[in-house]
């Protein structure tokens, strides 16, 4: 490039302000590159054994993690979550409910009036690292641990651990005698190391909202009276010996000696370990087309018998289609076990509520099934990119269904309704939010379910659904079993639509601005043409789909891209004329083009038909305006 130049034009060049620039933007780019190429996660390895006293509802347990720190970075401390410390009054999760003015329900107050043989705790008498006693505190849901000594980058640690448990009374997702009359719900019911990533640790306190975790393998034992059937992550290793309908056809159950049974689950490349126990389960099997089992654990009674029978052939239906429109599913079991608070995700496993309706239970298990792709595969930092999570989980989850029970109706027609009606009320937060530092539940709910969904679905009409269906089985392909964050996930779709999207994060996640376009006029323009002007009332930015109808009933589309998405949406409807047209610079609020027929040859002009255009006032969508 800078052949040829003498010295002083050299000089000249080289202080140049666009030389400068393009030296920076040379940087920027190898560093990119280099930050994508060069990136790593933790390991851990679990093995845990714990000795269940059901009648105190406590157990102790030991723990061996090797951690294996694949960071650049020497650790000098390391974090645990103790989430069963939530559930004790005056916990955080306790003061929080407490004071938010649109408490959870299932919540509220009900900590605050624990006793102590209610409470749940995990209290830690001994911890060594690769042989040696380390310092610890417990701080509320946090053990701050100081090593003896560091991690070094490239390296592995091995922690030992000993420590006694009380299972809390069930109140949020873990617990003991839920509502339904279910025995344990054991979700967060083992010290569990932080997550250390490239932002650094994730040793957030638990006050009741989402989870991010360390990719491992987990090998337990749980040692709990024989009268308890049991379902969880991982795969039994010794049904021979547990009976309950996990033994092979044919094969003989040659129970040991004793009071008690051990239970020995492995699970590989998850980021979490849950179960659930009950004396009065019901265990039913099924086989996905994949060849993965499902395990069906509830208790049979007039409330269940008739959904929960009808549960498995839904299921297993919901699987063939996921599998196929969101990725093969990697693991050789699923279990779907009555239990917890409602509706709560795991690796392998959901605990849902049982006491549903056949719509509702295939509802909540499709929905928490979904979560197996968008958090448990795709293991984003769901504390901070809860969108990501939910949002993405109900997209999918409402099409799921739709397929499940065909309708004519929308089936994101009640997302988009949720949203709308908080963002008129002005109450709506920024989906970039933590989700622990939402001023109302009701905001972080309507952004991480309602208007995370709307991100997916509208992404089609920005793109096209064609290229977001393709970069959905991209970003399976590319990132499950890793972290990917917005900007992963987004870069996948521009690489599928060959648009520039990160106007897209920077107006919908990092902000509430709203989306209002209008059709201001239809007019004449001279005796062949017509004009057509549209004005952008709402302060976000959008590419527009404008259909015009004429009076003989046949339909044209134009598109009307954003000049800054250095792109146009393909055309999606192959029986109706599709016209792109000249960009829409976004600092201009109005836009008009020229069709060449006359006024009344059109009959009606309508911005964006299929309704993925998440805007706020439809009836200034269509000329005539509709009544």
Known sequence: MLLGLNFNQL??????????????????????????????????????????????????????????????????RVFYHLYFNAFQPGSMMDVRSTTII????????????????????????????????????????????????????????????????????QIRRSGRNSTEGIDYSMSQWYPKMCEYDFMGWHANPYVGREFHGIWGDFDVTINIDKKY????????????????????EGQAVKRPEGDKLSWNFKAKNVHDFVWAADPDYTHVKAKTEGGATLHFLYQKNENTEEAWAQLPDYTVKAFKFIEKTYGK????????????????????ATLITGHRPLSSLVGVTIHEVMHTWYQMLMGTNEALYAWMDEGFTSYASNIVKAHLFPSSNDPHSNTYMRYYYFARAGEEEALCTHAD????????????????????????????????????????????????????????????????????????????????????????????TTEITLERLGSMIMPIDVEVE?????????????????????????????????????????????????????????????KRLADMKAENNTFPPEE
Request: glycine letters at 8%.
């Open 437 to 528: 530092h939402f001023e109302t539940n009701s905001a972080y709910g309507t952004g991480a379910y309602a208007k995370g969904a709307i991100y997916m679905h509208q992404l089609g009409y920005v793109v096209g659904q064609e290229a977001l269906d393709r970069g959905i089985l991209r970003y399976y392909d590319e990132w499950h079993f890793k972290h990917p964050t917005p900007n992963d996930f987004l870069r996948v779709i521009e690489k599928e639509s060959g648009m520039e999207l990160d106007w897209y994060n920077e107006y919908f996640v990092h902000s509430v601005r709203t989306i209002d376009y209008s059709v201001q006029s239809v007019k004449a323009k001279d005796k062949k």
């Open 329 to 348: 599913y990697p693991y050789q079991q699923y279990s779907v076990i009555q239990g917890g608070d409602g509706g709560m995700e795991y690796p392998m």
């Open 11 to 76: 000089i000249m060049r080289l202080f140049s302000f666009d030389f400068i620039l393009l030296i920076a933007l040379s940087f920027y780019v190898n560093f990119s590159t280099a930050q994508q190429s060069d990136y790593w996660q933790q390991r851990a390895e679990y093995e845990m054994v714990i000795d269940m006293d059901v009648e105190k509802h406590q157990y102790n347990g030991k723990q061996k993690l090797v951690y294996y720190n694949n960071s650049n970075d020497e650790l000098n």
């Open 102 to 169: 649109d408490p959870d329900r299932r919540v509220g107050d009900r900590i605050s009036k624990l006793k102590e043989d209610e409470i749940g705790f995990q209290k830690i008498s001994s911890l060594t690292q690769d042989g040696k006693p380390v310092k610890f505190e417990h701080v509320g849901t946090i053990l701050e641990v100081e090593l003896a000594q560091p991690i070094a980058p490239g390296s592995k640690s091995v922690f030992e651990m000993e420590w006694l448990a009380q299972v809390p009374k």
């Open 229 to 248: 059937i049991l379902g969880g992550t991982g795969i039994l290793q010794n049904p021979q010996e547990i009976g309950y309908g996990y033994e092979t």
């Open 550 to 610: 004429y009076s003989n009933g046949t339909k044209e589309m134009f598109n009307i891209p954003l000049q800054i998405m250095r792109g146009a949406k393909p055309q999606e409807n192959k029986n109706q004329d599709y016209t792109v047209l000249e960009d829409w610079a976004w600092v201009n609020s109005s836009y008009s083009f020229t069709i060449p027929k006359k006024v009344k040859q059109i009959s009606a002009v309508r911005i964006d038909p299929s």
